[in-house]
Nanobody
Framework: QVQLVESGGGLVQAGGSLRLSCAASGRTFSAYSMGWFRQAPGKGREVVAGITWNGGSTYYADSVKGRFTVSRDNAKKMKILQMNSLKPEDTAVYYC??????????????????WGQGTQVTVSS
């Protein structure tokens, strides 16, 4: 198993930046493909970004392309989501997730095996 803990959320004005971290513990972090999801109030959870086990491939939702960057440091068992040019519509709880199929970049919640508890991001206008 792997345990995931997100941090770095908070309140920011539109146009600002936040850096979310996902710290992993347990089994080998590099064995997992990693995803970021978010859930806004009253909406379902949606994929934001993903990165394969070695960082060789990444994925971004259209709504965040050019503004968000996902990266990972397997030695530190850490994944980062750098969020720039934030908009009010980015307000949501952000979740870190791990997929045991390490070369896959899944957009589906059901294909992720482990989840963090989430961190709140609020962007004011």
């Amino acid at each position: 198993q792997v345990q995931l803990v997100e941090s770095g959320g908070g309140l920011v004005q539109a146009g600002g930046s936040l850096r979310l971290s996902c710290a992993a513990s347990g089994r080998t972090f590099s064995a997992y493909s990693m995803g970021w999801f978010r859930q806004a109030p009253g909406k379902g959870r949606e994929v934001v970004a993903g990165i394969t086990w070695n960082g060789g491939s990444t994925y971004y939702a259209d709504s965040v392309k050019g503004r968000f960057t996902v990266s990972r440091d397997n030695a530190k068992k850490m994944k980062i989501l750098q969020m720039n040019s934030l908009k009010p519509e980015d307000t949501a709880v952000y979740y870190c997730a791990a997929d045991q199929t390490r070369a896959r970049l899944s957009r589906r919640e059901s294909e992720y095996d482990y989840w963090g508890q989430g961190t709140q991001v609020t962007v004011s206008s």
